[in-house]
């Protein structure tokens, strides 16, 4: 009988293997992605020790999928995404390196949040980068950025989500955001929304921008205004979030929950569901830059518990997904269900203990969402 843990254990020896290590070690990160490209499909011109390390991949590939009742077709297929492919040289980079590990240490970040900018068009009350509306005088420049660029893309970072400041506000953004989309990495950008008209919408479609997290603290108008100093700013916002979806763009709701807002948590989220948003994650209040005149505005263990809780219960039922960068929302995770989300848990035995192809795929395209949250 086939078990997910026999299937597991088989591809751990493999992958653990002096000899396999061995030849993952002697290549470079993009020399990793371009055995999976090769593996994939998408590229045949490939040196002789990267076609050695694809065509040991594609053996346990076939192994594994003939025991899945999946097919090799399959996995070629979760492979036409590069960004897929980056994400997954750097596990086995990170194999080779480390060894299997629980969890498993990874050989570069699969994300690196940029703070590209101090520049910015609101003044909010809580902004940890205490931005302005000019840049900071000691900025990179951009050859100094397309460097920094550089050294990312070498490590292997599968993907990358530009923040600030206001990101949109800086020229040199629309640059590194193409340099990174041509070098297969998922791109997003954090944003406060405002600056999201319809061609700017077309724009980050066409760069290759695949999802783009806006800034709302309120579904009040008026709240949400206060706290970004700006009047009009809720207005804006929501324009540029539907511009966003209009476009084609994956789009989040990113809302920094204080004393101010946490009760709003239910209306909120059916007002992401009205306008059709793909997530809404719910962020810590971090009192550094401006925050740090606002101390008072954290929330205290018991309301953090209860916004996690409501966020939980949402994707749970999974019609939104539902995320928050407190730790503390995997212990309440853990508690709501029998252990993952129910969205990103391993596929479950079936039939005897026999996988499906669907599950495992399914198994496969979960841990995208999960990473970029």
């Known amino acids: 009988m086939i078990t997910?843990?026999?299937?597991?254990s088989s591809s751990q020896k493999v992958l653990s293997s002096r000899p396999f290590r061995f030849l993952v070690n002697r290549l470079s990160p993009k020399e990793v992605i371009l055995a999976l490209d090769d593996l994939a499909g998408v590229r045949e011109d490939v040196p002789a020790k990267v076609r050695l390390l694809s065509f040991t991949l594609e053996k346990?590939?076939?192994?594994?999928?003939?025991?899945?009742?999946?097919?090799?077709?399959?996995?070629?297929e979760f492979l036409k995404d590069p960004y897929n492919r980056r994400g997954l040289a750097s596990i086995i980079k990170g194999i080779a390196a480390y060894g299997v590990t629980r969890p498993q240490k990874l050989y570069a970040p699969f994300m690196v949040v940029w703070d590209f900018t101090k520049q910015c068009n609101l003044k909010c009350m809580h902004c940890y980068a205490n931005a302005s509306f000019l840049s900071a005088p000691d900025e990179l420049t951009l050859d100094q950025k397309v460097e920094v660029f550089r050294q990312l893309d070498e490590a292997g970072v599968a993907a990358i989500s530009f923040s600030g400041g206001e990101p949109l506000m800086n020229r040199d953004f629309w640059v590194l955001a193409k340099m990174a989309s041509r070098a297969g990495m998922y791109v997003s950008v954090a944003t406060n929304g405002?600056?999201?008209?319809?061609?700017?919408?077309?724009?980050?479609?066409?760069?290759?921008v695949r999802y783009v997290e806006v800034s709302l603290d309120s579904v009040n108008p008026e709240v949400h205004d206060h706290f970004r100093g700006v009047p009009g700013a809720w207005e804006r916002a929501v324009k540029g979030i539907r511009n966003a979806k209009r476009a084609g763009l994956e789009v989040g709701i990113a809302m920094t929950v204080t004393k101010m807002n946490y009760k709003e948590l239910p209306e909120m989220i059916?007002?992401?569901?009205?306008?059709?948003?793909?997530?809404?994650i719910a962020f810590n209040f971090v009192p550094t830059g401006r925050g740090k005149e606002a101390e008072e505005l954290d929330l205290s263990?018991?309301?953090?518990?209860?916004?996690?809780?409501?966020?939980y219960e949402e994707l749970s039922g999974g019609e939104l997904q539902a995320f928050s960068t407190s730790p503390f929302y995997s212990v309440v995770s853990l508690k709501g269900g029998e252990g993952q989300p129910n969205a990103f848990r391993r596929p479950e035995p079936a039939n005897g203990?026999?996988?499906?192809?669907?599950?495992?795929?399914?198994?496969?395209?979960?841990?995208?969402?999960?990473?970029?949250?």
Do not use: C, H, Y
């Open 270 to 280: 059916e007002l992401a569901k009205k306008l059709k948003v793909d997530r809404l």
């Open 60 to 76: 346990l590939t076939r192994m594994l999928t003939d025991k899945m009742g999946a097919s090799l077709g399959d996995v070629q």
């Open 194 to 208: 405002t600056l999201i008209k319809d061609k700017v919408a077309k724009r980050l479609k066409e760069t290759g």
């Open 353 to 373: 203990g026999r996988l499906t192809s669907s599950r495992v795929l399914r198994w496969m395209r979960g841990w995208k969402a999960l990473l970029l949250n």
């Open 301 to 311: 263990p018991e309301e953090r518990e209860f916004v996690l809780k409501l966020l």
């Open 4 to 8: 997910v843990k026999g299937l597991i």
